[in-house]
């Protein structure tokens, strides 16, 4: 066992009301530059939809990640170390401006200082890379809210096997929102791929850096990201990513994302896992083992021996106490709710996600059934507006099950606390049926729903 | 302003300067027609202030002060700001104008019912519901830092329900979507209303609904019917005490005391906390909602001597006209009146039958002929009888079980149509009746423009000058503009549309009926006069009379006119207007091309028809041409290029919130915050108070030439909270213009004041507190309070003025002594003032409430408290809630657990009114009516239909994603995250129709102008509708329109003003006026448009 810290972030989904203040308090802090205009290290995507860079999901297309082959060992996906040396030049797997978006500025001056003239003045889109006036047909966040998603949506690449399921029409209509930073990788891809080694996993947190000494442009970390949280700064030729606003976390403060989410969905916190384990974890067969492969890999503070073995290794005390206080690891292993994007990717991603749930679908209001009758409840599951399936392509690599597992959960808390709401007594039964204690179920409660400053990070 | 610098080079005065530019017909028209083309020129600040001052000064001498007037809206966020052009605005006699209603965020169902603005649950109070309807509220959109508090209830097994047409953001949070269909709600309502009626009222009594609404609602109170002589009777007013052989019939305020019958007595009874009882001295101690030993009936079935037919209008036909249709209810006769209970009409009206009852009723819910029925509302909203039925249960089911923890957040999806108000009060009866209201968790969320200024009295005090003069010149700006923006040429409105066969109207116009509502004191209107107010004193002095009876005397002989009688005669037009905090252009300004036409004299886009002879008003003077480019002088302070300042004359730089000192407060939050300068402002720009303070100095050093003091006669309207709304018994409408009764200011006319305006003392008054606040006090909300003391720690935390009119008075001088003088005059921020208006109003009301505020007599929250975090408020009377031990705020619990009345003739919550105008609109009691028809009225293509220029759609302008109302549609940022410029979102559907892809260019065009945008083409959005967000600001990627080669237009270029007459009535009980309380909305959700693919997309620019 060699123990490790890792800081992990989990997003409650079913929270995300879609504002994006996270994407621009981002944008404020770090990519506000020349040479970075396109890049948003966090950006908001409405799903189903393209998602950005446009299809970023689709590996087949990008070749980002990491493959297990035959032999059961790991390879990137994009071809080893001879393939990319011979690539170094041309990188072919590589977004272009096109995919992410042209960024543009408006003629803005044009309102002040307009001669006297025919018609009304007005500031037109100039664009950025070539600073001619444009036509905007493309952006950071082009399908929000579904706009043109009955053009665009089809293409999303989690819909493949389930085309049937989802139609883009009125009546069928669903959505919501998947906020998106780098996912600080136990099993980083963009670190393998680099060949100037200028990509590091910090050791005492796990915060993945491009180091812009040594960073030599190659760009091969991009190709090798699957969620293309690295962007390319066409200024000083080098890469840029998310950095998990280290200063700040060095400092005691969140992330500017989760300082600024007003939807408060986001919780920070320390998780400590076997260092060990990983690369195994990262190779089982199945995909659909991922899941829970990679919540093996995490140590439990609460045991004595993993806090001895974290202090061996170096671990200070007072990260030990945070890992046990870690609201992370309560939503990741105490009350298993929270499921990690993409997992099939074999990056160990640590950035993880609560699932939506959503209105029940017209099924239920024509026969005039309650989805928050106890009895009903698990019904409504089944019929929900989000097809599980979709969710099921996003965090367990199309495994349903789990995904239900945690909608369950979430729904079997509504009906409990509703009891109590209302004065009755609470019902434990209700909390038994998704294997969890009364008491369990009013902490999770407490942990998503009251969910203050204080227990979030 | 190259004619300003030579005119000032000929004249050396800058008035005279001015005078030369507007006075010339040529100069004008060269300067005006140019406006909003480019051109702008810089200056300094001296040069600028200087022609700002000059052409107020020369307004003021050559027109009146009235002929001047501000807007600023939402003071609530930055009230001292606010309060800089207002104070010189009022302390000049110029109105200002009001912002709630002309943005149609007032719901005038609100005044109406519960005889207040707008009282609200703060967010955190979502948190207490049992069951929460989000009904038109976008909550993720709209209350974005709120919203937590939605998403996260639901786990407290919280059920939410979302009722949009569209797949709206908040709809991914609820249980379930109803996808009412637009501007329908009312029809969905009120079929939730017949089960909830049906099941908990007719066929079975709850003890819990029952209680209540004996106490706080007039569902007990008997209506006289009138007898139609053909066996049926039609709706009539309230049985009054001044009706009835009773003990009160000779009470003070007889006619004021509306009646119910008592069934432990078995006779008529009076009952404490009518309106008779808020005023005189026989009523103190008895203005509660304690019942004593009455036991109201709610309804007389009962106890019924006999049944009756009533005659209730339905408005459901296809061509939207009203059909009658009878029902009988239980009667009384006494005294020779016929009387029932308003429970018994709501259910009739309903259509909830009783065993015994004649006339039609429905067989079952699946009847869709009856109005009412849950089948019957499918045919227009789309929604599932089933669900319907289903919801209204839970929804009756969950006030039992939580008792009164059912909450609904109404937007401005169910607020912005021409008849929101009736929209407003379907949905009101379903969290009345059932005991939500005044409860934390329960009741009414109406979250739309109406953010609270909670220290409201300092605020009032200050931002209106009441210190130095009363009354204030306040306009509500919906009337404003429909007047001097010349809209209401354009309107055909008459009477068949708006009476319901009544007759009431017969003959007239909405002009004409806002013409009366002007000449009676129900509605402001400034300018007043065809002459200038300080003209009319000075001709009273001459003629030795009191300027009053001169005006009464000269109305009378018709030598003198309202200026609203003959809007396009120059002497009546609005010359001068300042906007600061504003976008007017860019936001607001529903007819948009109108303004640019009438008002600005600059290109617009405009293809309607001025009404035809047989269309227009009668009473007022309609020269053949309107008059075009009115006003003299924009000016606007602003910190960006707005729609607003392109087309001003004056552009000022203006401070952002983060480079000032001022307040904040919200009704989402129970806290007062400030704010802070980060920087100094940058360049040039100053603050607004530092702004407006600059042209008050130098208008007062050319006021002493020009204008010296003057008298300025003022006419108000008869005020809400005062005596004057018992101007009219029974709301029965005479005109003293036809001789049915004698003018009387105060009574059937507009209140006539005299202000004394010492022209050269305007700098002094605005930076210093005026002895009034000493002298009279201050009174707000009908509450009386004496500040002396406070005044008196003003003037040791301010320092005193050492010299001129303000000598010895508070100083004024800086923004932190006006934010502390609001905080210091306010309940809300002095524990002391609180108590002390609550023991005030505790000897009216003979209950105890001063201990609500108890807990906090000794605080004083200061701005600089206000600096170091933000502060809770104090419960205090300006509000209807109690936030004493810590609670969260939710309106009118303290009517209903201290059972203060609310301000309502009936001291209740009111669903009948019976006035005549609301009778004679078929709208006595709520009633679903849909959305106009503008094929019938204005000759649009119908909806669906498809020609030439596109396809026909319903049009509506919802809250955009990242700019409400005015500010940052501009931002690189935001704009990089959504379509870079003005969009219009369609369904697939439509846009298939027409060959429309997304992003294609598209072109909208109505009667009123054209859009030119993007389209963006979603399945989220339902058939027949499009979305055009509001305040997309013009300046951005708008290219020049297929049709004209002009500039494309803006959201408002399709939109118009519709007066509802509902909205204008005045001088009775409730419906009486009060600054952004009641008044005509600026709606605009009945408009529709065609829509078409441009036919090059290659645009110009």
Known sequence: ???????????????????????????????????????????????????????????????????????????????????????????????????????????????????????????????????????????????????????????????????????????????????????????????????????????????????????????????????????????????????????????????????????????????????????????????????????????????????QAAERAGIPADWIDAARRSPVKKLILDYQVALPLHPEYRTMPMVWYIPPLSPVVDVIKDTGHDAEDQGNLFAAIDTLRIPVEYLANLFTAGDVAPVEGVLKKLAAMRSFMRDINLGNDPNAEIAGSVGMSAEAMYEMFRLLAIAKYADRY | MDMFREAKQKYGDPVLAYASIVQDPEKAKAYKSARGKGGLVRSTWDEVVDLVAAAHVYTVKRWGPDRIAGFSPIPAMSPVSYSSGARFLELIGAPMLSFYDWYADLPNASPQMFGDQTDVPESGDWWDAGYLMMWGSNVPLTRTPDAHWMTEARYRGQKVIAIAPDYAENVKFADEWVTCAPGQDGALAMAMGHVVLKEFFADKQVPFFV???????????????????????????????????????????????????????????????????????????????????????????????????????????????????????????????????????????????????????????????????????????????????????????????????????????????????????TMLVLTTITGCQGRNGGGWGHYVGQEKVRPIMGFQHMAFALDWHRPPRHMNQTAYWYVNASQYRYDTFTADELDSGTGIFAGKGVMDLLALSVRLGWSPSYPTFTRSSLTLADEAEAAGMAPADYVVAQLKSGELKFAIEDPEAEENHPRILSLWRSNLFGSSAKGNEYFLKHLLGTDHALSAHEADPGTRPAGIVWPEKAAEAKLDLLTTLDFRMTSSTLFSDVVLPAATWYEKHDLSTTDMHPFVHSFNPAIAPPWQSKTDWETWKAIAKRFSELAVDHLGVRKDVVAKPLWHDTPEAMATVHGAVKDWRTGEVEPIPGKTLPVLAVAERDYPATYDKMTSIGPLMEKVGMLTKGVSYDVKREIGILRQRNGTATTGAGAGQPRLETDIHVADAILHLSGTTNGHLATHGFKNVEKRTGTELHDLSAEHEGKQITFADTQIQPIPVITSPEWSGSESGGRRYAPFTINIERHKPFHTLTGRQQFYLDHDWMIGMGEALPIYRPPLNMTRLFGETPIGEQNELGVSVRYLTPHNKWSIHSEYQDNLFMLSLSRGGQTIWMSDVDAAKVGIKDNDWIEAVNRNGVVAARAIVSHRMPEGTVYMHHAQDRLIDVPLTERDKKRGGIHNSLTRILIKPSHIIGGYAQFAYFFNYIGPTGNNRDEVTMIRRRTNQKVEY
């Open chain 1, 1 to 307: 066992m060699r123990v490790m810290a890792q800081m992990a972030m989990v997003m409650n989904l079913d929270k995300c009301i879609g504002c994006h203040t996270c994407s621009v308090t981002c944008k404020q802090a770090w990519t506000n530059r020349t040479g970075t205009e396109y890049v948003w290290f966090n950006n908001v995507e409405t799903r189903p939809g393209l998602g950005y860079p446009r299809r970023y999901e689709d590996q087949e297309e990008w070749q980002g990640g990491w493959v297990r082959k035959s032999n059961g060992r790991l390879a990137l996906k994009a071809g080893g170390r001879v393939k990319k040396l011979l690539n170094i030049f041309s990188n072919p797997k590589m977004p272009s401006i096109d995919d992410y978006y042209e960024p543009w500025t408006y003629d803005y001056e044009t309102l002040i200082n307009a001669p006297q003239q025919q018609n009304f003045p007005v500031a037109r889109p100039m664009s950025l890379i070539s600073g001619k006036p444009m036509n905007v047909s493309w952006s950071a966040n082009w399908d929000d809210d579904l706009g043109g998603a009955h053009e665009y949506a089809p293409k999303d690449p989690m819909l493949k096997g389930i085309e049937d399921k989802v139609k883009f029409e009125f009546e069928q209509t669903f959505m919501f929102y998947l906020p998106r930073i780098c996912e600080h990788c136990l099993n980083p891809s963009c670190m393998a791929s680099c060949p100037s080694g200028a990509i590091y996993k910090r050791a005492e947190d796990g915060i993945v850096l491009v180091d812009q000494e040594k960073c030599r442009g190659w760009r091969m970390c991009i190709s090798g990201c699957p969620y293309k949280k690295i962007y390319f700064n066409h200024k000083t030729g080098k890469a840029e990513k998310c950095t998990f606003c280290y200063p700040r976390i060095e400092v005691g403060i969140p992330t500017v994302c989760s300082e600024t989410c007003v939807g408060r969905l986001r919780y920070i916190g320390l998780m400590l896992y076997d260092a060990d384990a990983v690369l195994g974890a990262a190779s089982v067969e199945n995909d659909t083992d991922l899941y829970a492969a990679q919540r093996n890999v995490f140590l439990d503070p609460e045991d004595p021996a993993v806090r």
């Open chain 2, 211 to 425: 209680d209540y609404n004996q106490q706080y609602t007039d569902l007990p109170f008997l209506i006289s019917l009138q007898d139609n002589g053909d066996g049926t009777f039609a709706l009539g007013k309230n049985l009054v005490a001044g009706d009835l052989d009773i003990p009160e019939k000779d009470s003070e305020n007889a006619m004021w005391k509306p009646a119910v019958f008592d069934r432990r007595g078995g006779q008529i009874a009076i009952p404490n906390g009518t309106l008779g009882d808020r005023y005189g001295d026989e009523g103190l101690g008895k203005w509660n909602l304690q019942l004593g030993d009455l036991d109201p009936a709610l309804s007389l079935y009962d106890v019924r001597d006999d049944t009756a037919l009533v005659a209730f209008p339905r408005f459901d036909s296809v061509d939207g006209n009203v059909t009658y249709e009878s029902r009988g209810v239980p009667i009384k006769r006494i005294g020779g009146h016929v009387v029932t209970t308003v429970l018994d009409l709501l259910l009739a009206q309903y259509a909830v039958g009783r065993e015994g009852l004649p006339g039609t009723w429905p067989a079952s819910y699946d009847d869709d002929t009856i109005a009412g029925t849950p089948a019957w509302q499918e045919q227009f909203t789309s929604v599932p009888a089933a669900q319907v039925t289903r919801l209204a249960r839970e929804w009756g089911q969950n006030a039992i079980d939580t008792e009164g923890r059912g909450m609904i957040l109404m937007g401005a999806g169910t607020n912005h149509w021409y008849h929101s108000d009736q929209i407003y009060r």
